[in-house]
Nanobody, 129 residues
Framework: EVQLQASGGGLVQAGGSLRLSCAAS????????IVWFRQAPGKEREGVSC??????????TDSVKGRFTISSDNAKNKLTVYLQVNSLKPEDTAVYYC????????????????????WGKGTQVTVSS
């Protein structure tokens, strides 16, 4: 059974940092991508960052470029994808979700939520001004 679990959210002041983690269990696919989405109250779910095992591509939405960094660790066949979020702004406040897409996937543009095969429960990030 595939399970994705996001963690690491919290309440921080503007300018602060957090490290979000997405632990993927049962995720034994050769080709896949892990995408971080976020959803603020009253707004659509937005793809924030993506990392692909298929071709090593990574992508960030424009609003987080230079502030967020995605990385993955697949030691001992246990996949964890991290999102280091720095220089946080109040507009980064949202529930952050990690999602997985199986098969060949090139990270670019705007990831579509309906293109994901698996979702984890979100983790709340709140940035105070």
């Amino acid at each position: 059974e595939v399970q994705l679990q996001a963690s690491g959210g919290g309440l921080v002041q503007a300018g602060g940092s957090l490290r979000l983690s997405c632990a993927a269990s049962g995720f034994t696919f050769d080709d896949y991508a892990i995408v971080w989405f976020r959803q603020a109250p009253g707004k659509e779910r937005e793809g924030v960052s993506c990392i692909s095992s298929s071709d090593g591509s990574m992508h960030y939405t424009d609003s987080v470029k230079g502030r967020f960094t995605i990385s993955s660790d697949n030691a001992k066949n246990k996949l964890t994808v991290y999102l280091q979020v720095n220089s946080l702004k109040p507009e980064d406040t949202a529930v952050y979700y990690c999602a997985g897409a199986t098969g060949y996937y090139h990270c670019s543009g705007r990831p579509r939520p309906d293109g994901m095969d698996y979702w984890g429960k979100g983790t709340q990030v709140t940035v105070s001004s």
